[in-house]
């Protein structure tokens, strides 16, 4: 039988003594302990429960962690007995980073109720219902990416405004526990609204909180100020549970402040400290592909794709640096995949249409490129492309009138249009001087006769 490493007792008081007896799953927050009906004793029905499984085949278990670790009351969470069940029986839902997060809410609420001289500032329902809800909202404004990576996220209108409804009932109900003004926060910040979210995350209690301190630091990024954003970042990146996300902030920032080489090392620093993270693995598929590296953008892309596949934007830049390589079949492998998955995307069809023009399938890619604007008639470069393919089948009138059509629609590269231009000019030429030539060759032939 595999050998446990089991917490003491003195560690199982500590933990349960440090959450004042209370479940730390923020959407339970039952109190474990209380009066037996013999009056000399007491009924205890929490559990220490290990964040990192004791042994081998555990829940979330870590090789890496020597048995001192696996046994230390930093590897321990106190939970109803629920809970503890319901963390190890689904263990997908409840990663190692979730249960340390529930750790430290559940202590400094903790801490907060023995400071207040009144007793505890919200009834336990109360705060129980605002936790649920706050778990909801979060989910909605960042999806997969969890609740600390709303950044370039970009939630749906009916998911805003059910978010919307749900602050405002936090409100109502708890104005003044502060994740419901980090929740605000990020809400302001994904409509738009970032000096309104700035004002609030400088309105929380504690200025050194590092929840706070992240959304300062984007709503300063936002607001062109990223210079100032950078330090606030490093601060919060020496905070674990905060740190892979923090890193990922830092590196834009950087970036935007020409620090090129520091935001690059912040983007693997990021995956360092969770390798799942989607949107480093973007970044450095963007360095890579600039510095001349689209072998290793490739590696960056496709990882990121595999990571959050339901981001429409990570699938569109991985089939362009497969473009770019020449590896046409592998591009339209990965458009088809994420066709699959946004088969509505008007710029996914339209990358594919060029994609098979490439490969000389020019009534395939016209189809596509057509579809693509039939989805989004203002899709300036699937205009752009159309032109092309029909330049390459020598329909100049209907190639010129599709680059007008770009054009109108709002093409950004103008020197592009203009060199566009020249080419067709030229074909157009060579057409003609061709057509005339074998004009002129047919002639001679018939005058032989």
Known sequence: MTERDEFSETTKRRLAERVGFRCSNPACGKVTTGPHSIPEKSIRIGRAAHICAAAPRGPRYLAEQSPAERASIRNAIWLCANCADLIDKDEPAFAAPILHEWKVQAEAFALKEIESSSGPSIPTAVRQSVAKQLY????????????????????????????????????????????????????????????????LSLSHQDPDDPERLLIQAQCLHKLGRAEEAIPLLVQVAAIEDLAATAFYNL?????????????????????????????????????????????????HSRAACQLEPNDEVLWFRFALVLLDLQRVGEAVDVLDSALARFPASSELHGMRGR???????????????????????????????LAFCLMLQGRFDESRAALQKAVDSGYPDASAVERFVEMLDQCFDACNKEEEEAGGEAQ???GGD
């Open 136 to 199: 909801t909202a979060f989910d909605l404004l960042a999806g997969a990416e969890g609740a600390r990576r709303i950044t370039g996220l970009q939630p749906s209108s009916s998911d805003l405004e059910k978010v919307r409804r749900i602050i405002e009932e936090c409100e109502s109900e708890a104005p003044r526990i502060e994740k419901v003004k980090w929740l605000k926060a990020c809400y302001l910040l994904a409509t738009g609204e970032v000096a309104q979210a700035h004002e």
């Open 251 to 299: 590196g834009l920032a950087q970036d935007d402040c020409g620090q090129h080489f520091q935001a690059k090392e912040s983007y693997q620093q990021a995956l360092i400290k969770d390798p799942t993270y989607a949107y480093p693995h973007s970044r450095l598929a963007k360095h890579a592909y600039e510095s001349g590296d689209p072998e290793t953008a490739a590696l």
């Open 355 to 385: 994609a098979l023009g490439q490969v000389g399938m020019m009534t395939e890619s016209e189809e596509a490129i057509r579809y693509s604007i039939t989805l989004d008639a203002k899709n300036e470069t699937s205009w752009y492309n």
């Open 444 to 446: 001679d032939g018939q």
